[in-house]
Nanobody, 129 residues
Framework: EVQVVESGGGLVQAGGSLRLSCAASGFTFDDSAIAWFRQAPGKEREGVAAIHSSDGSTFYADSVKGRFTISSDNAKNTVYLQMNNLKPEDTAVYYC??????????????????????WGQGTQVTVSS
């Protein structure tokens, strides 16, 4: 059974940092792609970042480039999202999403929720001003 579990959310002041973790199991991690999405109240779910576990290639939304870093620890089947210089507009529920076939995730698909079959339950990130 494929499982995806997020952790690490919380409340932080603007300018602060958080690190989210996504632990995945039940599939071949080394050939997968994992992404972080977020959804704020009243807004659509948006892609934040994604990574190929096989070669470490990454994708980022323009709004987080230079502030967020996605990384993968294949030995632990875990993907991280390091978030620095957080802003109030980063406040959202953050979801981890998994695509077990990494070739399906590329420059034009990585931020489309339809390409991910497995999702975590989300973790709340709140940034106060």
């Amino acid at each position: 059974e494929v499982q995806v579990v997020e952790s690490g959310g919380g409340l932080v002041q603007a300018g602060g940092s958080l690190r989210l973790s996504c632990a995945a199991s039940g599939f071949t991690f080394d050939d997968s792609a994992i992404a972080w999405f977020r959804q704020a109240p009243g807004k659509e779910r948006e892609g934040v970042a994604a990574i190929h576990s096989s070669d470490g290639s990454t994708f980022y939304a323009d709004s987080v480039k230079g502030r967020f870093t996605i990384s993968s620890d294949n030995a632990k089947n875990t993907v991280y999202l390091q978030m620095n210089n957080l802003k109030p507009e980063d406040t959202a529920v953050y979801y981890c999403a998994l695509q077990v076939t990494s070739a399906l995730i590329h420059g034009t698909s990585w931020n489309q929720p339809m390409w991910y079959a497995f999702w975590g339950q989300g973790t709340q990130v709140t940034v106060s001003s």
